[in-house]
């Protein structure tokens, strides 16, 4: 099992940056596939990134592909999102999620495990 520890969000003005972190529990972190997924109000939770065990492999939704870029630290037990370019409609809570798996996991349902998320609010 793994604990999953958002931190990072805040309030920036469009155009600026915010880095998010993913700090997880446990000896096996390699072990797990991990993804980052955004939920606005009124909205259902949506896929931004996934990355694979190693960090060799990532993947990105349409809407902040070139903008945003996620990382692993295994020696570290941590995931991270940088955000550039940041928009107004980029307002969410952003959550990070793992499943014990080697290759990417784009699909929300297929996440075992699930941090309490960390607000990201871009103002225009």
């Known amino acids: 099992q793994v604990q999953l520890v958002e931190s990072g969000g805040g309030l920036v003005q469009a155009g600026g940056s915010l880095r998010l972190s993913c700090a997880a529990s446990g000896r096996t972190f390699s072990s797990y596939a991990m993804g980052w997924f955004r939920q606005a109000p009124g909205k259902e939770r949506a896929f931004v990134a996934a990355i694979n065990w190693s960090g060799s492999s990532t993947y990105y939704a349409d809407s902040v592909k070139g903008r945003f870029t996620i990382s692993r630290d295994n020696a570290r037990n941590t995931v991270n999102l940088q955000m550039n370019s940041l928009k107004p409609e980029d307002t969410a809570v952003y959550y990070c999620?793992?499943?014990?798996?080697?290759?990417?996991?784009?699909?929300?349902?297929?996440?075992?495990?699930w941090g309490q998320g960390t607000q990201v609010t871009v103002s225009s």
């Open positions: 999620a793992a499943r014990r798996i080697q290759h990417i996991v784009v699909g929300k349902d297929l996440y075992d495990y």
